[in-house]
């Protein structure tokens, strides 16, 4: 009989494939993987492949029950139904005062019929009635939702005017609803705490129209696990990359949309140990492109179906080239690379293709269109044998000799030379020159959307390095990051980084205020509501943390706390030493910086910092060998959890930036018992406020290590 052990699963639904995970829970070594096809077509929907790749992957592995301490997985089930239109007639009960109020309001709430897709005619049918708040009473909620539910609504948004300020009144229509007519219902305020009426009801009614169809999902999912005999809560992933009970998805589906990319980005972040980084998940057809800064990955609001929401979710580029992209070409280069792939056109990778089916006879230039109304201009090769063949990104890095073996795209490169000739010759270049052209075209497409991420989350490109995920990351990963003079790494097990992200995920919520001049009690509150929410989602409470963010210009206040779903009482990764963390801090600091030392250290974190330039970067490291913070320029004073006041503000002072219109304040980092706090360049009262609430039940004599971070992004 082995061990007691205790492991985690993460299951990815993905467009082909449905892969699983097994990981140990205490050393996040892999157990085991399974993968088997997305179950698109079956009656149960992508939730049959979710639990035949669990099933699989216990039994293969020898996994009992009793064992799986947390079940999770991603899910394309919300955005499916929003691309083929499978969801339900909405009817939504607007609530607002009388007189201008009232007025106002009634118009705000009258959605008009939510477009999904304008072309096919796709929609979400929304049906509308106004009750004054005057008028809430039992008869006339009753009324308003017979009469919705005459005219075909099949689920009930309640939305009231400042309903994020009292509940009381949606509350009121929910039991209502559910004690007259027993429909699914959503109310507005348990979605976002923002103002903005129309777009507060409109998020809430994009959430009840998938409601049905996630329920029926969740319940077959649950079930299925349950009759696997795992008691633990099946946990589901969500866009922002945290994961929340099955439960909770049950009220808020939509926080799933936009699952898929969240768990390579978790993936990216738990397995790689780097706190800032571009990830580039690059699949066959598509490129998702993101960013992780001070550890965290970088959020915004969703879209769907063109339509803006509350929904946070990661903030995710999608490009169309990746590794099975087609080359495009003109009379004396090459014009293009992608949208389209390789599979589209029922084409071979020229790498991938047998060489003695290549020499067999001679090769045909062939120009084509892979889709109807595409242009004509993608090459393709016809073999002696009439097999049609195309060199894609893939063919041309392994030209390049830029894959390592190691890699899952790496492939024949002599292949992939002798198919690349004939048109290298037809447009008067070397093979070589050929395929430097071709990655030049991804990397114009690759650098310009890196730009944009690096200018939106004021990226310090010194500390920035590239991180690539998914089967063809080495097709375009090494090539960019040679171009842009950055360091890259592709993770060990990159192909199933998705699945490893959602094996490691924390339990999350969210709860943003506007609140234009926040007190420290208003912070306290806004930390209890957002620690009771991720609570209420799975969390195990020893183990929330609450992140608050301000944004002086909106006056938009975030709470974002983490957990995880059990406590852990052991923790076997290895502590590392002093010269340990020296290598890492070395190697993450790449090349360009010398003389790199230790300059102060607690006993949770060491700080390291080295010489580049006129600059002084940091490293902070923690004792599991972690980089937690990496800033391109800035300074570290350890002081007592007392003094540290004299010290912000002095730092304040001695390392702002002064601009033509305008002044960069620093950011601020503070290692405080166990944990990381950062503070983001917001007034220096507000900092000081923040840092207040995270340092105030310390001991006055424990050591701080402060970190004040020129905030100079090029």
């Not at 044998?385 to 795209?409: H, M, W």
């Not at 990381?676 to 900092?687: G, P």
């Amino acid at each position: 009989m082995a061990d007691h052990r205790a492991v985690r699963m993460g299951i990815d639904v993905g467009g082909t494939y449905t892969k699983c995970v097994a990981m140990d829970n205490v050393t996040h070594e892999i157990i085991g993987k399974n993968e088997v096809k997305t179950t698109h077509d079956d009656k149960a929907g992508v939730a049959a492949g979710v639990v035949q790749s669990f099933k699989n992957c216990m039994a293969e592995n020898g996994i009992a029950p009793e064992d799986v301490v947390f079940v999770a997985h991603s899910t394309t089930q919300a955005t499916n139904a929003f691309i083929e239109g499978d969801v339900a007639p909405v009817g939504v009960i607007g609530v607002a005062g009388g007189g201008l109020e009232g007025f106002l309001a009634k118009r705000q709430l009258a959605l008009k019929d939510i477009i999904l897709d304008e072309k096919v005619g796709r929609k979400i049918p929304v049906y509308n009635t106004f009750l004054k708040k005057k008028e809430l009473t039992d008869a006339h909620i009753e009324a308003a939702i017979k009469d919705l539910l005459g005219k075909g609504s099949k689920v009930i948004v309640a939305s009231m005017a400042f309903g994020v300020d009292s509940m009381d009144e949606e509350v009121k229509i929910r039991d209502m609803v559910e004690k007259v007519a027993g429909v699914p219902v959503s109310m507005a305020s348990d979605i976002t705490k923002l103002y903005g009426l129309t777009r507060r009801t409109r998020t809430a009614a994009i959430n009840a129209a998938i409601l049905p169809k996630m329920m029926a999902t969740a319940n077959a999912t649950e079930s299925s696990v349950r009759e696997a005999g795992v008691t633990v809560p099946l946990m589901i992933m969500r866009g922002d990359g945290g994961v929340m009970e099955i439960n909770e998805m049950r009220k808020r589906p939509i926080l799933t949309a936009l699952s898929g990319p969240a768990a390579s980005v978790m993936g990216s972040l738990m397995y790689l140990r780097a706190s800032n980084a571009i990830y580039f998940e690059v699949g066959g057809t598509t490129t998702n492109i993101g960013v992780i800064k001070n550890g965290r990955p970088g959020v915004d609001y969703a879209q769907i179906g063109g339509h803006d929401t509350y929904v946070n979710s990661l903030d995710v580029r999608i490009l169309g080239c990746a590794g099975g992209s087609m080359v495009r070409i003109n009379d004396h280069a090459v014009e293009d690379v992608g949208p389209r792939s390789a599979h589209i056109a029922g084409c071979e990778y020229a790498c991938f293709t047998p060489e003695e089916e290549i020499d067999a006879g001679p090769l045909t230039i062939e120009m084509l269109s892979p889709k109807p109304g595409d242009p004509a201009d993608y090459v393709a090769i016809r073999l002696a044998s009439g097999k049609r063949i195309c060199f894609t990104n893939t063919d041309a890095a392994n030209v390049l000799g830029l894959i390592e073996p190691q890699y899952f795209a790496h492939g024949n490169a002599s292949a992939a030379r002798k198919c690349m000739k004939p048109v290298a010759d037809k447009l008067g270049i070397t093979v070589e020159e050929l395929a430097t052209q071709i990655l030049d075209k991804d990397f114009e497409k690759v650098n310009a959307c890196i730009n944009a991420l690096a200018d939106k989350y004021q990226l310090d490109h010194d500390a920035m390095r590239l991180v690539g995920c998914g089967g063809g990351a080495a097709s375009l990963v090494p090539y960019c990051a040679g171009k842009m003079g950055l360091q890259y790494s592709i993770p060990e097990n990159a192909e199933v980084i998705s699945s490893i992200g959602v094996a490691l995920s924390m339990v999350r919520d969210v709860v943003e205020r506007v609140i234009p001049n926040p007190t420290q009690e208003d912070i306290k509150e806004l930390k209890k509501e957002a620690t009771d929410a991720a609570i209420s989602s799975g969390a195990s409470p020893d183990t929330v943390e609450v992140h608050i963010e301000i944004d002086s210009q909106s006056g938009k206040v975030t709470a974002i706390a983490t957990g995880s779903t059990e406590v852990k009482t052991t923790d076997l990764l290895k502590e590392c030493d002093d010269d340990e963390a020296l290598a890492l801090a070395t190697e993450d600091f790449g090349h360009k910086v010398s003389d790199v030392k230790l300059v102060e250290k607690t006993d949770k974190f060491y700080v390291f910092t080295g010489k580049m330039g006129e600059k002084n970067p940091i490293r902070i490291v923690d004792k599991k060998g972690f980089i937690k913070v990496q800033c391109s320029n800035a300074q570290c004073l350890k002081v007592k959890a007392k003094d540290y006041k004299e010290t912000v503000e002095a730092m304040w002072k001695d390392l702002a930036v002064f601009k033509t219109d305008t002044v960069l304040r620093p950011d601020y980092f503070i290692c405080v018992g166990p944990r990381v706090c950062d503070y983001s360049a917001v007034d220096l009262e507000q900092v000081l406020l923040l840092m207040d609430l995270d340092i105030m039940d310390r001991e006055p004599d424990e050591d701080l290590l402060i970190v004040g971070s020129i905030n100079d992004v090029r």
